[in-house]
């Protein structure tokens, strides 16, 4: 319990968006951001299981420090605090990938124009949901003294995924000014398991024979696939529907990811891509669970013997205790689902500045005709199952070295307002190096982060000849 | 070659940097273990409405009470032996019929050894007019266990005597309706 709530709290990294790495042209893996950024080496092959691990999560509304500070205050106060503070608008998310292999290669058409191929199959995992407001007060303070108070019981809202994603992209550089991209994706969902569309409520009215009246409604769904390998009864078996379901083997599904670069002149990048333009056919190993159904409790009649109607308050009883049993039955189902892949849209607009001036330092024997600096502005989108979530950075790029390469970024997001990232990218020789990080000044105490996020990894470059 | 070592140092710095600031300061993740979560939910129970003739025998004759048992298995269940942390039952009775009763409810283990009992007296009302009285039965220590241990619930209402009641005949007016509720108080703990 203790590591959960660690888990959940302390590592809590911003979800999904990869800020430090869009538009970070030394790194390869930038290209699964924007399947039309630049290019400016003839390949690249990803060390394989290192070629990028990313890690993030983010939680709204409350950090760790709020709960287990250390400051004497009651322990369930605090909690009380929290929950009074958050909405149903908060949310958990944590996400996680893993390059299992990866790499590129620029190709020669007949008519001598160039394209770019890249190709790679990483596992992500996902999880995301929203705080139950009225599901907490309601075990904070229960329905007494909530009289008339509409209880939620759509404010559940949970998924979650382990997915393999099989991609290949071409990119473009159709002339001076514009590079384009397009990536054909496969997913296939290892496990899956969401509650996202639970409508109903429960409310508590004054009643008119009795003292109260309780109203429950439900409409509640459940949608799991691919969980029965759990049940399997070896743990070799297990392993082996997990690897063949890695390898393409799951529920599977499609998707596209678009982007340009457009350079209007040589100081000035505008750059947009959309990724995971998709769904997944959830079809194997499907079980569904709902809850359907309407129901006024006013109490129990009693109704005495004598009575024509010939009904005892037992009778009465025993109807109550089936009208409820009938309101919670599970109904449950197989049927095929299909869900939609949680769609990323980044943009950014930066400018280039300071070139390396040759002349006066000649001792140099290879100059760098490059910009050594950018600055922009990055906006990423991402659609969740009730809202619109996004972050709005601005970013600084330099170029220290030949051979190592700075970017800073400031982030304001629904995590926070101050979120202070960097990323470095080092090649010694061929082999290139990246390690990028968020939320800096939270490093400070981790407990009080509502969000960090970690990418690194290591790449085989194969650079142009006129390097 | 220069630049190598430049690399490495900065790489060291940073991530030196990073393992050095990044701490967890001032917290104590162990107070998990003391959460407790205390609702109070409120529920309706059992509801009469009753007219005159429900206290006559077939040749309009009062009796002397009438009776209904319930069986449940709530209050036995585990959830509630080892959650619920004191009971209140809340009773409200209006009376229009001119004729005093004594309501009495009385709780029975599986063994139909009797737990607990709850008994008051309602007043007549010899113009008709709604007379409403309240009773609040509270359950903790000693008789909060005889209510776990209860599974039936057997209500008698017998017809009282009064300086001001009269015999209850086909024609009298007024009815006795009884509204109750049980307001529970849980403790949640892990």
């Known amino acids: 319990m203790r590591w959960l709530l660690f ?21 390869p893996q930038q290209i699964l951001l924007n399947p039309g950024a630049q290019i400016d080496y003839k390949g690249y092959i990803g060390v394989p299981l290192l070629s990028h691990i990313h890690f993030n999560a983010g939680v709204t509304g409350f950090s760790a420090f709020d709960i287990f500070a250390d400051d004497g205050r009651d322990f369930n106060q605090k909690i009380q605090d929290v929950v009074y503070d958050m909405d149903s608008k908060d949310f958990f998310g944590f996400n996680q990938q893993l390059d299992l292999f990866s790499a590129g290669f620029r190709f020669k058409s007949s008519s001598e124009k160039t394209f770019f191929i890249s190709f790679g199959l990483y596992q992500e995992s996902d999880v995301f949901f929203y705080f139950p407001k009225d599901y907490a007060v309601l075990a904070l303070e229960g329905n007494y003294n909530n009289l008339n108070r509409r209880f939620n019981l759509g404010d559940l809202s949970v998924s979650a995924e382990v997915s393999s994603v099989f991609h290949v992209g071409i990119n473009k550089k159709i002339n001076s000014k514009w590079t384009v991209g397009l990536r054909g994706k496969i997913y296939s969902s290892i496990v899956q398991a969401s509650s996202t569309e639970n409508y109903g409520s429960f409310t508590t009215v004054e009643g008119t024979s009795n003292f109260l009246t309780h109203r429950i409604d439900l409409d509640m769904k459940l949608q799991t696939s691919g969980l029965s390998f759990a049940t399997d009864s070896t743990a070799t078996n297990q392993v082996d529907v997990l690897k063949s379901r890695l390898l393409l083997g799951g529920n599977l599904g499609v998707g596209i990811d678009v982007g340009f670069t457009h350079e209007p002149s040589p100081e ?21 669970y709902e809850v359907n159904g309407y129901l006024e409790y006013e109490g129990i009649q009693s109704v005495f013997p004598p009575i024509a109607s010939d009904q005892t308050a037992q009778e009465y009883w025993d109807e109550v205790n089936d009208d409820f049993e009938d309101l919670f039955k599970v109904d449950s189902t197989t049927t095929a689902y299909i869900k939609w892949r949680p769609l990323k849209l980044n943009t950014s607009v930066s400018y280039n500045f300071g070139k390396k001036n040759n002349k006066e330092c000649n001792c140099l024997d290879k100059s760098d005709p490059t910009f050594q600096n950018r600055v922009g502005a990055h906006l990423f989108a991402l659609k969740r199952p009730n809202h619109l979530q996004w972050a709005l950075s601005a970013f600084y790029y330099r170029k220290l070295f030949k051979g190592l390469q700075l970017k800073t970024t400031y982030t304001v997001d629904t995590y926070s307002s101050k979120n202070v990232g960097l990323g470095m990218s080092a090649a010694l020789g061929p082999v290139q190096f990246y390690i990028m990080a968020d939320n800096l000044l939270d490093y400070q105490n981790v ?11 290591f790449n085989y470059i194969f650079k142009n000849n006129e390097d | 070659m220069k630049n190598r070592f430049i690399f490495k140092k900065i790489l060291l710095l940073i991530v030196s940097v990073m393992i050095s600031f990044s701490c967890v300061k001032d917290t104590d993740f162990d107070q998990t273990d003391s959460l407790v979560l205390t609702p109070i939910v409120e529920v309706n129970l059992v509801e009469i409405q009753e007219p005159a003739d429900t206290f006559l025998d077939d040749f309009g ?61 309602i007043e007549n009302s010899p113009t008709n007019k709604p007379l409403v009285s309240e009773h609040t039965e509270v359950f903790d220590t000693s008789s909060l266990e005889a209510l776990k241990q209860s599974s ?12 001001t009641g009269s015999v209850l005949t086909t024609a009298s007016k007024g009815m006795i309706a009884l509204k109750s509720k049980g307001v529970f108080y849980l403790q949640l703990s892990e």
């Open chain 1, 7 to 27: 888990l959940g709290f302390f590592v809590s990294l911003q979800a999904q968006n990869k800020q430090i790495l869009y538009g970070f042209k030394e790194v």
């Open chain 1, 268 to 288: 000035w990048t505008i750059d947009a891509s959309l990724q995971d333009l998709g769904f997944i056919n959830y079809s194997k190993d499907v079980q569904n």
């Open chain 1, 447 to 457: 407990a009080k982060s509502q969000s960090v996020s970690l990418q690194l990894g």
């Open chain 2, 61 to 121: 004759v009062e009796v002397l009470n009438i009776s209904d048992l319930i069986v449940f298995d709530v209050f036995s269940s585990d959830f509630v032996d080892e959650n619920l942390l004191k009971a209140e039952l809340v009773y409200e009775v209006t009376n229009t019929l001119n004729k005093a009763f004594e309501f009495k409810m009385e709780f029975y283990d599986l063994s139909k050894t009797l737990q607990h009992t709850i008994s008051f007296n």
């Open chain 2, 152 to 163: 039936t619930l057997d209500i008698t209402i017998t017809l009282m005597s009064s300086p």
